[in-house]
């Protein structure tokens, strides 16, 4: 099995920032992908970012580019979610997961809360 675990959420004022950590222990693959998804109340939840850890490639949703960087450290087994220039509409808990190569998401961490105030 695999376990994600997330941390670093919190509260923040608008225009400011916050890192989130995903430490990942278990299981190991020798290809994989770790996503960030998150999901605001009422709202289903949505692809935010993610990282070949592989070969260090990345993806943005187009409401974070230019805001927000994933990051990894494959020693530490850890991925990375630098939020800058948060805004209201960023709040949400915050998920990291693992994606098989060939497969879905299929290994969630529990979330973290990440709440941007006006």
């Known amino acids: 099995q695999v376990q994600l675990v997330e941390s670093g959420g919190g509260l923040v004022q608008a225009g400011g920032s916050l890192r989130l950590s995903c430490a990942r222990s278990?299981?190991?693959?020798?290809?994989?992908?770790m996503g960030w998804f998150r999901q605001a109340p009422g709202k289903e939840r949505e692809f935010v970012t993610a990282?070949?850890?592989?070969?260090?490639?990345?993806y943005y949703a187009d409401s974070v580019k230019g805001r927000f960087t994933i990051s990894r450290d494959n020693a530490k087994n850890m991925v990375y979610l630098q939020m800058n220039s948060l805004k209201p509409e960023d709040t949400a808990i915050y998920y990291c997961?693992?994606?098989?190569?060939?497969?879905?998401?299929?290994?969630w961490g529990q979330g973290t809360q990440v709440t941007v105030s006006s």
């Open positions: 997961a693992l994606r098989r190569s060939g497969k879905g998401y299929d290994y």
């Open positions: 278990g299981r190991t693959f020798s290809s994989y992908v």
């Open positions: 990282i070949s850890m592989s070969d260090g490639s990345t």
